[in-house]
T-cell receptor, first 111, second 120 residues
Framework: SQELEQSPQSLIVQEGKNLTINCTSS?????LYWYKQKYGEGLIFLMM?????EEKSHEKITAKLDEKKQQSSLHITASQPSHAGIYLC???????????FGKGTLLTVNP | GAVVSQHPSWVICKSGTSVKIECRSL??????MFWYRQFPKQSLMLMAT?????????EQGVEKDKFLINHASLTLSTLTVTSAHPEDSSFYIC????????????????FGPGTRLTVT
């Protein structure tokens, strides 16, 4: 079965700083999803990556998928308190849209 | 974007009773819905996949007789936790996809806001 490892597990940054969260898969990814979750709430879809080398940006968040399609990174530029939350990567192993999730990265942004 | 709702958002029930959680796609038809469970500070674990009009497919280790899933229409799926016990206390999240499982391209899943179940 596919496993996703996220790093770091938690991250505390000062407002305005840049940060990167990584997601590594044990198998080739057919699709990689990034979600944000406030504790005890649902998931907010951020981005989906499919092609090796693909990069997508939305506001101050950029996600990349490596050429081998086994690793993705999420980069936040000039972080703000509103970026705080749990970031989850989810992988589609190519079968019936079932997603496997990483354990998440808890981001705290101090003002 | 597409909206998925869940009801109730939180529920407290006594041990031994059953509780039903609804998942609705509000502005699209969901051919496939997924049910996840999340323990505090842990990731989401897929429990089952349900396709409209057919029996749900459960993940290994998930008791189908305990977690009854019904996907009677293209906009509604329900999860019933039967004879609930304190260890069933968790955060349950559903997601919906507008593409069937035979689709060849990916589509994002839209997640509901979750239901917190506490069994006393």
């Amino acid at each position: 079965s596919q496993e996703l490892e996220q790093s770091p597990q938690s991250l505390i940054v000062q407002e305005g700083k840049n940060l990167t969260i990584n997601c590594t898969s044990s198998k080739t990814l057919y699709g990689l999803y990034w979600y944000k979750q406030k504790y005890g709430e649902g998931l907010i879809f951020l981005m989906m990556l499919q092609k090796g080398g693909e990069e997508k940006s939305h506001e101050k968040i950029t996600a990349k998928l490596d050429e081998k399609k086994q690793q993705s990174s999420l980069h936040i530029t000039a972080s703000q308190p509103s970026h705080a939350g749990i970031y989850l990567c989810g992988a589609d192993g190519g079968s019936n849209y079932k997603l496997t999730f990483g354990k998440g990265t808890l981001l705290t942004v101090n003002p | 974007g597409a909206v998925v709702s869940q009801h109730p958002s939180w529920v407290i029930c006594k041990s031994g009773t059953s509780v039903k959680i609804e998942c609705r796609s509000l502005d699209f038809q969901a051919t496939t819905m997924f049910w996840y469970r999340q323990f505090p500070k842990q990731s989401l674990m897929l429990m089952a996949t349900s396709n409209e009009g057919s029996k749900a497919t459960y993940e290994q280790g998930v008791e189908k007789d305990k977690f009854l899933i019904n996907h009677a229409s293209l906009t509604l799926s329900t999860l019933t936790v039967t004879s609930a016990h304190p260890e069933d206390s968790s955060f349950y999240i559903c997601s919906a996809s507008s593409r069937g499982t035979s689709g060849s391209s990916l589509d994002e899943q839209y997640f509901g806001p979750g239901t917190r179940l506490t069994v006393t």
